[in-house]
């Protein structure tokens, strides 16, 4: 894809020239295209040939910018034969820019739906002071996902997880959840009529800040969980960056681990026939 003249969609005008930003692009693409092909999270068409639709999930944050880009790079360049349509679920927290997503995405040519729906109140009422408001705010949100996928003939949702979100949950589930488990790359919902895809499955968080921020993307914060102390993904995160500080590269080995799991020699009979192993 050339990054001159017109060649080049709207949303990679004025990208840096640097060859360090040429690099941290190339590898995002790459690692992209490498989870979408790796778990197979393009399907067939439906009957009549219709081609495959994505709802974009985007929050404004530097996560769900960076999948938007790197999805439409890929488009782009005619790797991958999928319709997009980016959808932002306005969910009435106090003093949310809700003009900045519609602004930037008509900006940026891209189809786009713009969902209000006041779960944030519901959140308020129902979570008791000072427990976290994450595991409802999610659920309510992705409910109204799964609608507005199907109200748009949406194959997938797809959501802007990344690399460390995705190592933060498997340890959140060993520490406090009992069981070896983390946010899949590709999952069918309980209904099996929509996907939920994360094609920033490989990417690292690093590089989605570092990108939304280069190109200069208006993030939006989100004020409901982050002004919240103590949580648990928090304190994950930070036993995480005290063991990437002393040892570099540890995040990318461990998350190697979960694309090698050897149910021999894990502990489920679930999993593995223990019970009727034997030298015979």
Request: glycine share 8%; aromatic share 8%.
């Given at each position: 894809m ?22 941290l ?9 490498e ?16 081609t495959?639709r994505?709802?974009?999930?985007l ?6 910018y ?9 488009k782009?360049?005619?790797?991958l034969?999928v319709?997009l ?17 519609p602004?930037?995405?008509?900006k940026?040519?891209v ?12 959140v308020?009422d129902k ?5 976290t408001?994450?595991a409802?705010c999610s659920?309510?949100?992705r409910?109204h ?15 802007g997880h990344?690399?460390d979100?995705?190592?933060?949950t ?6 406090h959840?009992?069981r070896?488990?983390?946010m899949?790359?590709?999952l069918l919902n309980?209904e099996?009529d ?8 490989h ?23 982050g002004?919240?102390?103590g ?5 994950v ?6 063991w990437?500080?002393?040892?570099p ?22 999993l593995?026939?223990f019970r009727?192993?034997?030298p015979d």
């Open positions: 050339l990054d001159d003249g017109d060649d080049i969609h709207p949303l990679f005008h004025g990208a840096p020239a640097t060859t360090e930003f040429r690099k692009r190339k590898r995002i693409i790459r690692n992209v295209r989870a979408v092909d790796q778990y197979g999270m393009i399907t067939r068409p439906k009957a009549g040939g219709d495959p994505w709802l974009v999930c929050s404004g944050g530097k996560d769900s960076t999948l938007l880009a790197a999805l439409y790079e890929l782009w360049r005619g790797l034969p319709d349509l980016a959808c932002n679920l306005d969910q009435g927290q106090p003093g949310f820019p809700a003009t900045v997503l602004a930037f995405l008509e940026m040519g189809p786009h739906r713009i969902e209000y729906q006041d779960t944030y109140s519901v308020i979570i008791p002071q000072g427990r408001f994450c409802l659920r309510l949100r409910g996902l799964y609608r507005i996928a199907r109200e748009e003939g949406c194959d997938a949702i797809v959501l990344h690399r979100d995705i190592l933060e498997f340890f959140m589930n060993l520490f959840g009992g070896l488990a983390t899949p790359p590709k309980e099996g929509v996907l939920v895809l994360r094609p920033l499955a990417v690292a968080e690093e590089d989605c800040d570092r990108f939304s921020r280069a190109m200069n993307y208006p993030i939006i914060p989100c004020d409901l969980c002004s919240q102390d949580l648990q993904r928090q304190q995160k930070a036993i995480l960056d005290g990437e500080k002393n040892s590269g540890r995040r990318q080995v461990m998350f190697r681990a979960l694309m090698n799991a050897r149910p021999s020699h894990l502990l489920d009979p679930k593995f026939d009727n192993l034997s």
